[in-house]
C-alpha cells in the first residue's frame, strides 16, 4: 500500500537523542495517525489529526509531539528518547472509511 | 475509555480447519470493529471489519459475528491455509469516521501443515 510514506526504516538512538519520524502522503487525506506497537502488544495511539493545522492527544502522548503544517505530512517528533519508546511506530491514513498503515519505523533507544 | 481484551494469545489448527479469535470490548457505545492481520515483520493489514449495525458479515473464508448485548466479537477463518500464519488483531472505536481505534494484545495463529 503506497498510500503513505515512512523513512527511516529503522533507527537507533542514544538516551536524550532527539529525532522526527516522517510520515508523508499524497493523496489528499485529512486523518492521519501515530500509533507504536510494542513486542507482543496491540497498537497504542500516540497522536492524530484531523486536517493541516489540527492535531490532538491519543491514548500515549507522552514524551512525542506533531505537527501538521501540511495535508501530506504529519512528522512524529521525539525531543528526550527514552528506553521506554523503543517500539515499532506505525503511521496511518483513513480512507475509503478504513485505516491503512505505513510500513512502519523500528526505533531503538539504546 | 475502551478496553478490549483478545483470546487467545497463541492458536495452532491443522491445515484445513477452522480457527476463532474472540474479542471482548468495554464501551458500549463502540460501534466499528475491524480485524487486522500483521506478519512477521510487516503492516497491519485490514482483512474485515463489521458495523454496529450488522450482526454478521464474510468476505469468502473469513467472518465476522459481532454480539452487542455480550460486547463481544469473533474472527472466523475457515478451510485454513499456511498462508493464514499471522498474528491478528481485533480493534475496537466510538469514534467510527475518526478511527481512533483501540487495539486487542493479537493472536498469534499458526497453520501446521
Known amino acids: 500500500n503506497a498510500g503513505v510514506t515512512q523513512t527511516p526504516k529503522f533507527r537507533i538512538l542514544k538516551i536524550g537523542q532527539s529525532m522526527t519520524l516522517q510520515c508523508t502522503q499524497d493523496?489528499?487525506?485529512?486523518?492521519m495517525y501515530w500509533y507504536r506497537q510494542d513486542p507482543g502488544m496491540g497498537l497504542k495511539l500516540i497522536y492524530y489529526?484531523?486536517?493541516?493545522?489540527?492535531?490532538d492527544k491519543g491514548e500515549v502522548p507522552n514524551g512525542y509531539n506533531v505537527s501538521r503544517s501540511t495535508t501530506e505530512d504529519f512528522p512524529l517528533r521525539l525531543e528526550l528518547a527514552a528506553p521506554s519508546q523503543t517500539s515499532v511506530y506505525f503511521c496511518a491514513y483513513r480512507g475509503e472509511e478504513k485505516l491503512f498503515f505505513g510500513s512502519g519505523t523500528q526505533l531503538s533507544v539504546l | 475509555g475502551e478496553n478490549v481484551e483478545q483470546h487467545p494469545s497463541t492458536l495452532s489448527v491443522q491445515e484445513g480447519d477452522s480457527a476463532v479469535i474472540k474479542c471482548t470490548y468495554s464501551?458500549?457505545?463502540?460501534?466499528?470493529f475491524p480485524w487486522y492481520k500483521q506478519e512477521l515483520g510487516k503492516r497491519p493489514q485490514l482483512i474485515i471489519d463489521?458495523?454496529?449495525?450488522?450482526g454478521e458479515k464474510k468476505d469468502q473464508r473469513i467472518a465476522v459475528t459481532l454480539n452487542k448485548t455480550a460486547k463481544h466479537f469473533s474472527l472466523h477463518i475457515t478451510e485454513t491455509q499456511p498462508e493464514d500464519s499471522a498474528v491478528y488483531f481485533c480493534a475496537a472505536t466510538s469514534d467510527f469516521g475518526n478511527e481512533k481505534l483501540t487495539f486487542g494484545t493479537g493472536t498469534r495463529l499458526t497453520i501446521i501443515p
Open positions: 489529526s484531523v486536517g493541516a493545522g489540527i492535531t
Open positions: 464501551d458500549s457505545a463502540s460501534n466499528y
Open positions: 463489521i458495523r454496529s449495525n450488522v
Open positions: 493523496m489528499n487525506h485529512n486523518y
